[in-house]
């Protein structure tokens, strides 16, 4: 498969408890980004990466919520001391050329509970 | 900072009939970019546009970005069954390092 990986595609997890995603970008696609879907809206910037380094993160990112793409690869989102409000589908996207538009993975459903 | 709009927020058709969704920005985009999400599926991307006033063509949907680089629309002529879902516009900002802001989304439902 040469598309977005994201793993695992559905967690429940009580409140208190950290999780962590991963995503796997299609290989060639130096740019990585990670966006949070709730029901019936669009999709909302988290972070970027290109290659390995974080280029931007949303001011909504509460210090609960932490990236990393160690070696330009796959990528971990994890959020501490999860609270209900952060249930919701967390999408992972690359992109390596402007005009060819993201590759979204079929993205983590969190429950918190 | 930088929002999006989209209206209608939801369509109901009958097959055959055309649809259209327009898109509107709060701030001059250096590109928007339009992606379609299934029920129950992740969004996928569709086209790009660039320059001002640009209109592209795939198929029977029709894309056309605003002379002001501010707004878009997306048109579908004859709709079919398979076009329902949610059609998302997206737009990069001047500056923002290729991070895209979502629209608000149109559903768009389809019925025999």
């Known amino acids: 498969d040469t598309g977005v990986s994201q793993d695992p595609r559905h967690k429940i997890t009580k409140r208190g408890q950290n999780v962590t995603f991963r995503c796997d970008p299609i290989?060639?696609?130096?740019?990585l980004y990670w966006y949070r879907q709730t029901l019936g809206q669009g999709p909302e910037f988290l972070t970027y990466f290109q290659n390995e380094a974080q280029l931007e993160k949303s001011r909504l990112l509460s210090d609960r919520f932490s990236a990393e793409r160690p070696k330009g690869s796959f990528s971990t989102l994890e959020i501490q001391r999860t609270e209900q409000g952060d249930s919701a589908m967390y999408l992972c996207a690359s992109s390596l050329v402007a005009g060819r538009g993201y590759t979204f993975g079929s993205g983590t459903r969190l429950t918190v509970v | 900072g930088q929002q999006v709009m989209q209206i209608p927020q939801y369509q109901h058709v009958q097959e055959g009939e055309d649809f259209t969704t327009y898109c509107n920005s709060s701030t001059t985009l250096s590109n928007i970019q339009w992606y379609k999400q299934r029920p129950g599926g992740h969004p996928v991307f569709l086209i790009q546009l660039v320059k001002s006033g640009e209109v592209k063509k795939q198929k029977r949907l029709t894309f056309q970005f605003g002379e002001a680089k501010k707004n878009s629309s997306l048109h579908i002529t004859a709709t079919q069954t398979t076009d329902v879902g949610t059609y998302f516009c997206?737009?990069?900002?001047?500056?923002?390092?290729?991070?895209?802001?979502f629209g608000t989304g149109t559903r768009l439902q389809v019925t025999l």
């Open positions: 290989s060639e696609h130096n740019r």
């Open positions: 997206a737009g990069e900002g001047p500056g923002t390092a290729s991070k895209l802001t």
